[in-house]
């Protein structure tokens, strides 16, 4: 029974709050650590955050390891923005990278927050190199997992 009550109040914040993305994984891992002293309740919720994080973060792999944003639901933190470049050689500037990708910030999951501004510009470097016409690839590219451990490691 104690189940379900979790899952109704987690699915009825989710539902008030009208949270999607990053906001999702903010409301669960922040339920996660809400339940420190009751360990039924946190292992639910660290099972579901786990489980809500992995499409956000093959998005968020994509972007720091190639610098492309596949995003169908406009979900990711990173937005890319078309713009015209009708002198190529005038347009790529600091203005034109920072107006290219911005942050959404409420599309930050919380426990990414320290990192957000690395996030941006690790993807948004990789398509600075691919414009001056380089090859991007990372050679050591691991899949990104939510894990409770790695939340010290970001606060560094």
């Not at 109040?9 to 709050?17: A, E, M, N, R, V």
């Not at 309740?41 to 099972?47: D, F, G, H, K, P």
């Not at 941006?120 to 050679?139: H, S």
């Amino acid at each position: 029974m104690r189940t379900m009550e979790i899952l109704a109040s987690l699915t009825s914040s989710l539902d008030k709050g009208e949270c999607m993305g990053g906001s999702t994984l903010s409301l669960l891992h922040d339920r996660t650590f809400g339940y420190t002293g009751d360990s039924q309740a946190q292992e639910l919720c660290l099972y579901l955050t786990k489980a809500a994080s992995v499409p956000y973060f093959g998005i968020l792999e994509k972007w720091v390891y190639r610098g492309v944003i596949v995003d169908p639901y406009s979900e990711f933190m990173v937005e890319e923005h078309e713009l015209q470049k009708e002198k190529t050689q005038e347009d790529y500037n600091d203005k034109y990278w920072d107006e290219r990708y911005t942050i959404i910030q409420q599309q930050i999951p919380s426990f990414l927050q320290k990192v957000a501004d690395k996030i941006l510009n690790t993807g948004k470097y990789l398509n600075v190199v691919r414009e001056c016409g380089r090859d991007v690839a990372c050679p050591v590219a691991k899949e990104i997992v939510y894990t409770l451990k790695e939340r010290a490691e970001i606060g560094r």
